[in-house]
């Protein structure tokens, strides 16, 4: 028996990766042209485009200003809502430089090079990728986040942002179910971006006092990503 083969979503891709997008006038201006790719594709449940389309009419039915300071507090402003996934894995550290060339290298393989000014894990750059793939890869290749994506999602649902659409549907492309899962508690921003005291106790070994235990963190290997784009 053959698999059915999955539908087109190239259009679809790229209009999810827009709305992630920074909401300037230009994005603003081409509103119904997003709505019209949306339907005439039709890659989403009827459901999913009528959620996106309620984001679509927010975007040009509220003052310009709202509308950015929202996008810039919700995204930019936000650590379990950042649209730079590598960050979800590896934060500041030392393993993201080595993911980001992976995936740098990805793309190239495909014969895509991304603009200086953007960061290769930075979510709608995935997904411009991904409209360029055939449908299976894009399918496969978008799989490979969707923990990442499932956690975003999740922390825009916690903050009833009507963004949440837009990762759910990102999910549903992989070839996964919108589900939330638990989300910790954000510290507050002037709490997580305050500076260390000085060496603090720290010991050679990481402790974040002498005698602590040094927590484990088990994420998934970034590298997977690449090798299911290249499968």
């Known amino acids: 028996m053959f698999n059915k083969p999955l539908p087109q979503a190239r259009l679809t891709q790229r209009v999810l990766a827009h709305l992630l997008r920074y909401p300037d006038a230009e994005l603003r201006a081409h509103v119904a042209e997003l709505r019209a790719a949306l339907r005439d594709e039709a ?48 934060g500041d550290s030392r393993d993201r430089g080595p993911a980001m060339i992976d995936l740098i290298q990805t793309y190239e393989k495909a014969g895509l090079y991304i603009d200086n000014s953007e960061l290769p894990d930075y979510l709608p750059v995935l ?13 496969d290749f978008l799989g490979e986040t969707a923990h990442i994506v499932r956690a975003i999602f999740s922390a825009l649902l916690k903050r009833q942002s009507p963004y949440a659409s837009v990762l759910a549907a990102v999910l549903e492309l992989a070839g996964e179910k919108a589900e939330a899962v638990p989300v910790p508690d954000e510290p507050a921003m002037d709490e997580s971006w305050a500076e260390p005291e000085v060496f603090g106790g720290c010991s050679t070994e990481g402790q974040a006092k002498p005698g602590q235990a040094q927590p484990i963190r088990i994420v998934k290997n970034p590298s997977s990503t690449a090798q299911g784009a290249r499968a």
């Not at 927010?58 to 809502?81: C, H, I, K, M, N």
């Open 127 to 139: 997904l411009e990728f991904a409209s360029t793939q055939p449908p299976q890869q894009a399918r």
């Open 43 to 90: 890659a989403l449940p009827a459901e999913r485009i009528d959620e996106i389309e309620r984001l679509l009419d927010r975007l040009v039915l509220l003052p310009a200003l709202q509308v950015e300071s929202d996008y810039v507090e919700l995204f930019d402003r936000g650590r379990s809502t950042s649209l730079h996934l590598f960050e979800h894995v590896h």
